[in-house]
């Protein structure tokens, strides 16, 4: 029996493992942070950064014993300044690359209220097992209540079929690049509530 439960401060740490080991060959992440060494210098401080953001918005779920977690921003998505964010140096090149993912993202998503699906994750040891659909459940049923539908995005056909089956449908698709890059092709999916 999966238990999926409202992540905590005490979390952070082992989600960022979590999350780094699921995003090792992430088409967006390694585009970002093409370098081995680097992925693997600044992972934990990357992942713990992002889930400190969902936690201030009491976004952020996971399974007991934390080998999967899922990050959701609520309708509206609030901007939040958590404490603890951990400022890491990047080159102006990586700046660029954030810069054109930020607005590519934001060209394609919905404009109606909506739950977004940011982040879902399951250490590849424990893949497979229904994981990321319990967490997603979690927030589908309150979405669904206030008849709210849930977006994300993604970037491989694979990932695609997954989230077909627990609802989502293509809204969109585009490819990411930069003057000098071109990064991933993406898909923003929709799911409708229920």
Known sequence: MV???RA???D???????????????????WMIPDDAEYEQHHQVFFGNIARRWLATDSLWCTDDVVAMAGWVPPGRPEVEPAGIVQLEHPEWRLVRFAALRDAMQLNTPAEPHWYLNMLATHPDWQRQGL????????FEDADAAGLPCYLETETEVNVAYYRRHGFEVRSEWDVRTDDSVGPHMWGMLRPPR
Do not use: E, K, Y
Not at 132 to 139: D, E, S, T
């Open 3 to 5: 238990t999926v439960r």
């Open 8 to 10: 905590t401060h005490q």
């Open 12 to 30: 952070v740490r082992r989600i960022a493992r979590t999350a780094s080991r699921a995003f090792v060959d992430d088409p967006v992440m390694r």
């Open 132 to 139: 990321g659909g319990a967490l997603m459940g979690a927030v």
